[in-house]
């Protein structure tokens, strides 16, 4: 059990929750989609005890928002950055989240790494002791996803290689990841992504054929301008029509997570 000091240094960090969370100098800053994909994934109808898993985790941004709402759920991070992974770590034992959220360094494209992440889930419950009586490794309840959507020479590129392998993807980076998705999630479960809107075909275009797309939601920064974020919902083997819907204007994304 921690001691006192330790229960209000985790009090204060939830508190002020996103500033203080550890970000390697160099590295990608999260920013606004991150927080909006963290939203949107508590918005989703899962499981009491649900578990997820990240895909591209960064310093565990929106696993640790997700949890801070729903600290019933678990969750399962992969990043390909060792530093990042590392600062994830960090931010899970400094929000006191260390026990239901475990960052890994690896590659979403690496079915090992993917099968890591699931051995991972059964140690979660053995330290809970809640194991399941089975030699089935457990498959998950949601992926949640925030790829590098940026495509090369949309911007300027970031001085930092950590930055812009963080920001820019390739042509297969959408496949990759929903593949893992695809690879992860139990029948019916849910790919929750986020993207820019300009990259919503691309997105599309990438799903698996078991993912079915179930919500677009266009998120929008200004009355006039067009949308700046889309959020994507899909399930696996899912037979609903798609709905597309209009996001509520982004006005103050560093509210999403609390504190509570």
Do not use: H
Not at 40 to 56: I, K, N, Y
Request: glycine residues 10%.
């Amino acid at each position: 059990m921690k001691g006192s000091a330790d229960i209000y240094a985790v009090q204060a960090a939830r508190a002020a929750f996103p500033v203080g969370l550890e970000q390697p100098e160099g590295a990608f800053r999260f920013s606004a989609d991150a927080l909006l994909l963290a939203r949107f994934a508590t918005e989703q109808a899962l499981p009491e005890g649900a578990v997820l898993a990240e895909l591209g985790a960064g310093c565990g941004v929106v696993s640790l928002a997700v949890l801070l709402k729903k600290p019933e759920w678990r969750a399962v991070g992969l990043e390909r950055e060792a530093v990042l992974a590392e600062a994830a770590e960090c931010n899970a034992a400094a929000l006191g989240f260390e026990g239901s959220f475990t960052p890994l360094c690896g590659d979403v494209a690496s079915r090992d790494d993917l099968r890591l992440m699931r051995e991972r889930l059964v140690e979660q419950d053995r330290a809970g002791e809640n194991a399941a009586k089975t030699d089935t490794l457990p498959m998950f309840d949601a992926v949640m996803a925030n790829p590098p959507w940026r495509v090369e020479g949309s911007g300027r590129v970031p001085p930092s290689d950590l930055r812009r392998r963080a920001l820019f993807g390739t042509p297969d980076t959408f496949r990759e990841f929903f593949s893992a998705a695809d690879a992860l999630l139990k029948n019916g479960g849910l790919l929750v992504a986020v993207s820019g809107a300009e990259r919503t075909a691309d997105m599309l275009a990438a799903l698996p054929k078991r993912l079915n797309p179930e919500v677009l939601r266009f998120v929008f920064t200004k009355n006039s301008a067009p949308a700046e974020f889309v959020l994507l919902m899909a399930r696996k083997n899912g037979k609903g029509a798609l709905r597309v819907e209009k996001g509520n204007y982004f006005l103050a994304p560093l509210t999403i997570a609390g504190g509570g």
